[in-house]
């Protein structure tokens, strides 16, 4: 029979028994796979995620069968967002425990991550079948639905979680995030203010609540949130990040560029620490620093758009047009150029070479260039007007005088010419934009970069000859402010944009209204991912801006049953289009749709083109009625009701403002 001194004794026996296997594991080898795992994960904690997966990679090769290595390679490769990488790996892991519930879970994550929704809905419901109260599950699945734009059902899981567990810190700011992004600020700060009192000592935590506190520009309020973040952890690089764009939004460029030293001195080539310093530069008056900074920035990063985009806005703004520079960096568009026309793309070429252009114009290679594209793809007005450019600057060589000769016989027969009509001076457009950027929505890497890409669309859409910009992209909070200003300005349409921006992602979402009552007509958005997103996402947005305003010319020159009408083959027109004729205040644009609202009545008769030019066409008109009405100066509109062009926005994939808040969501660890 067993004592009460035995009973107490028995654990010490235990204890005494099992401390000499704790002893030799606190003294494993240094290339012992546990210890090679457990230096990974100390690494991890400080956010070397490279020498931890180094480690964890060694830990594997002396024991392929070791479980933990594999799983933290895939959660790290999961952070990093290498994807393909994650899944590899903690398919691995399962194969060493099929039914470990932490590695299913992120394979589901991963799946989501890399778009196959469907996939990783069906390894959510499996789970959640065998094991209802998985929270991490329940987050899981509320971070897919958030992907899917299924806001509700993310907002439910994360209820159903803080009911069960009212401090998880992931819930807790998941809400907060998803509440704030929906507007719900009062919401939002509730579960912020619960955050920060279960996990006052978690920076993240602090981080988040004043980056929330940044948005609804709070900025004393951010400002504290953020230090205390650096109290907890000082080398903490978003924070820093947050403070210099507080006072950067403040007007404090000094303490701005002050604060980005300061995260420059934590890692010297974090690029968004230049972005910033190099735009407070530019703000101080300091132009040749902040060009110097963003040229520094391109060379660290030449893979990084947005700081390019910046450096050539700035080099346009700040030098004149025959600075060195200017050309320098001139000379990579048309580099890109001549390998996109050498692929036989000649669109993407083209868009190059009017890059170029606009930041060199008096360069004799980019005119030609481009001059050689717009032959090829059928505008050889254009090409004739910028080779006579090179002419008139007296830097026409015989190459270009050689040409001028060639498209002067081309042109001699096309209707320009036979009108003697100078279509790309006396040709105006016909709609007219402005561009607005929300401030209170989208979330960019680079902070306040957002007007260096409305700048950029804005340059692409004056390509387009029917578009005309009547002013610089206006950044705004509030629709209200963009629709006063729209008004004033006395423009057809205006766009009010917001930009998404991950280190992996590029989006953009735009909302097209009229201008004379502020009622929505279009909503379009574009998600780009991989190399030359930033780019490509700009590219398709003009196109589909370009496709959805509705065409209309005006009557220019009128002879008997012969008229010339100013729309062009770059306006999409072909020989045989037929067009109605109205008096031009006959005519108004349509209140919730795109198109022209008229009566019937007004209809003065019909045009059918008959020969097209880059910017004009010719063709017959047939009067309507007894008598002839037609006058130059008459609108012209398609006789049809216009279809959409150009590429329709994505459907099946989700919206980008979902996948936007997604990844916001999926920094919370």
Known sequence: MKTPETHRFLPLLILSALLPVFLQAQELPPDHPISLYRQGMEYRRIGDFYRALELFRAATRKNPAYFDPIFASAELFFQLEEYDEALKMVDAALRLSRTDSAARVLKARILVGMGKFKEASDLYTNLLREEPNNTEARLGKAELDLALGKNRNATLEYLDTLQRFPDNRRALLSLGVLLSQQGNVQEAETYFDAALRYHSDNPLVHYLVGEYYFRQRKYDLAVERAKTALSIKPDYPEAHQLLGWISFQQGDYSEAYSRMDRLLSLNRSNPLGFYLKALSALRLGRKDEGITLLRSLVTLAPEDEVARITLEDSLKEHLPVEDNLRK??????FDRGDKFHDRNLFQRALEEYRRGLQIDPYSKRGRLAYAEIQQKIGFPGYAYNSLEFLKKQNLADRTAGEQLEIL???????????????QFINRKPTLSLSLFVDLSSGALQHGFSELFLARYLADLLIGIPSIQILAPPMAVHTFGEAF????????????????????REFSIQGDLFLSRTGGKIETFSVYRTGNDRVQNALLQVSSLIKGKLPLRGELLKREFERA???LGSADGV?????????????????????????????????????????????GTVVKEGFFDRINPGDAVIPYEEQKPKGEPSPSPTPPPSALMLYKKILRIQ
């Open 408 to 422: 002067t016989s081309i042109l001699s027969d096309r209707p320009a010419q036979r009108w003697q009509y100078d």
């Open 328 to 333: 320098t960096y001139a000379q990579y568009h």
């Open 574 to 618: 072909k020989k045989g289009d037929k067009f109605l004729i109205l008096p031009a205040q006959a005519i108004s644009l349509k209140n919730d749709s795109i198109g022209f609202v008229y009566s019937p009545k007004e209809i003065l008769g019909t045009f059918t083109v008959t020969d097209v030019d880059d910017l004009l066409c010719e």
């Open 564 to 566: 010339l009408v100013g």
């Open 484 to 503: 006063q200003e729209a008004r004033q300005r006395g423009t057809d349409y205006f766009i009010f944009l917001s930009f998404g921006e991950t280190a």
